[in-house]
């Protein structure tokens, strides 16, 4: 499992092979990866044969909106489910990866949360998915968007931030040795302040995208139970600390759940925390989970909301909700999963 090996030591996997070897491995991993080692065209045919690249198997591959989003749900050799969705746009093609198998924060709203924690990422795992979207999209394309990689953000399972060093380390893989730009990569959380304040100590200009989903303590506590244990006082004045420190925009996310977070009320707050950090709204109505009862507000409503936010001036953006027919939300494709992992080969995805 190549992805998990340390890319200094590549050197390990091949003892018996001359050292321009691990050179070449790591060109392949992070510069031209691709679907299977057999593509591996300049390495021995013994060697492709023995090595395995990828740390997990897919076990499903769904795709949507005309083949512009595809989600794929990955198992680890322990069992762990890791969930990444690939949307094509026009101008851009962005991955949405996991950082942890589950997640102990608990939102109410989230399906991830409610399944609860498997366990952390580690910094291969999570690199992994952005190389087999790289090689994926080499090999596929995507119709009507750019078929290359253009942007990574951290919006699948898990809290990235909570997860501090193997994120970090993906991070240095993605950007050092893949050659991504650090500004087409995206961290978000959900407020974890410790993290927010050793990412701005780090040398890449990494977006930051932070989940609010209320505009004050007693009504974010009973949705994101991190609030109870850093408040929004600290969430903002990290985030203000952030935009400082790094001079990229904070965007802030915003779910909308029907009679609970779509007042104009909180919207009129949030306008205040938005300004007062300078920041972008993303709002985004919520996709119904299994185990809870909270529904999108009405179309309506949520044109209220949004009509108040720029009432009051703030750069917002209604999202889609992308593959709402696949599950696409956060953590809800693993609760419909089922049947035998496929293994990742061409056989697989151009079976779609
Ligand atoms: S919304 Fe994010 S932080 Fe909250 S439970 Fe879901 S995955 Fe975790």
Redo the contacts with the bound molecule.
Sequence with gaps: MLYTVDPDHLASVCPDEPPYRARQLREWLYRHPVLETQQMTNLPGSLRDRLELWPFELEADQSADGGRTRKWLFRTGDGAAIEAVLMGYPDRTTLCISSQAG?A???TF?A??QFGFERHLEAGEITAQVAFAKAFLDEYGMPNSPHRLTNVVFMG???PLANYTHVRESLHRMIDLMGMSARAITVST?GFVPGMRRLADEPWKVNLAV?LHAADDELRSSL?PLNERYSLAEVIEASRHYFKVKGRRISIEWTLIDGTNDSVDQARKLAEIAHDLRAHVNVIALNPTPLSADLPPSADRVAVFMDELRYEGVNATLRDTRGQDIDAA??QLRVHSEGTPIRIDRAVLEAR
Excluded: F, L, Q
Aim: charged share 5%; with cysteine; hydrophobic share 35%.
């Design positions: 997640c924060m608990a939102c989230c991830t949360g399972m898990g809290e959900v989940s994101v956060c953590g």
